[in-house]
């Protein structure tokens, strides 16, 4: 039996949102602190708006983290941020490996596995996302990829202190389809699986939020699954309602 994990409710803004939507992530921040003794809340809003999101939520529950980090250290890498300007911000979490940026901008499992490493680095948690392609969940495939960017993209002794993985199947997201409860279920329990295999004790404590199409008509279904210990929630975390709604589930 698994011991209960904290779930982890996390927004991803993507490159929405300009100062004037601070007031939606006050809104959040108000409505998440009714339950934090349960849960933890994040909003990762466009890298332009970390400090004053930060400002905005400060004494309140609700942590602010950024959407990407560098995989350097520092240096003469016009236009990237590094993790430890992230961390400089205020903010404490960073995603990495979204499929947007694997997909879109190239990026490797071993590109995603050392922007890990240097988030965990600066302190900050790293949230790793791994998930298929429609075209390799039809050839059957999604176990095989899945394994394979967990190995690929997850520090050696990483810690469940300081990073969590997201599932998100690249088919579901911003489709508003999701796979099936039976689905998820048996994925999720892969993922802790190959996580156990890999990182032992750490990996049966490690976060695996689900996220692509979460919304709040079908939270409550997914909160219930085992093994799915949050969620990353990407289009209805711009409205505080609408994530605060997604909260509540967990
Ligand atoms: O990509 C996502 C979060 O990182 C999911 O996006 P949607 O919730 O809009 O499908």
Not at 167 to 182: F, H, K, L, N, Q
């Amino acid at each position: 039996m698994s011991e209960k994990i904290r779930p982890l409710i996390a927004g991803n803004w993507k490159m929405n949102g300009l100062s004037a939507s601070l007031s939606e992530i006050a809104l959040i921040a108000e409505g998440a602190d009714a339950h934090s003794q349960r849960l933890d809340t994040l909003i990762c809003p466009s890298a332009t708006l970390l400090v004053a999101a930060g400002a905005r939520t400060a004494g309140t529950s609700l942590a602010i983290g950024a959407q990407d980090c560098s995989s350097e250290t520092h240096g003469a890498y016009t236009g990237d941020v590094s993790a430890a300007m992230v961390a400089d911000s205020g903010a404490r979490a960073v995603i990495v490996g979204h499929s947007e940026r694997r997909q879109g901008r190239g990026e490797t499992s071993a590109d995603v596995k050392r922007k890990a490493e240097r988030a965990v680095e600066a302190g900050l948690q790293a949230i790793i996302c791994i998930g298929e392609t429609e075209e390799e969940m039809l050839k059957g495939a999604t176990q095989d990829v899945l394994l394979r960017q967990l190995q690929g993209s997850v520090p050696a002794r990483s810690k469940s202190s300081s990073v969590v993985i997201a599932y998100e199947p690249v088919w579901a997201i911003g489709t508003g389809r999701t796979p099936s409860i039976d689905n998820i279920a048996g994925l999720h329990a892969f993922i802790r699986t190959s996580l156990i295999d890999l990182l032992g004790e750490e990996g049966r404590r490690m976060r695996i939020l689900y996220g692509g199409s979460v919304k709040p008509d079908n939270a409550t279904e997914i909160a219930g699954i085992e093994d799915v210990n949050g969620a990353l929630v990407g289009g209805a975390s711009l409205k505080a309602s609408d994530f605060l709604a997604i909260v509540k589930s967990f």
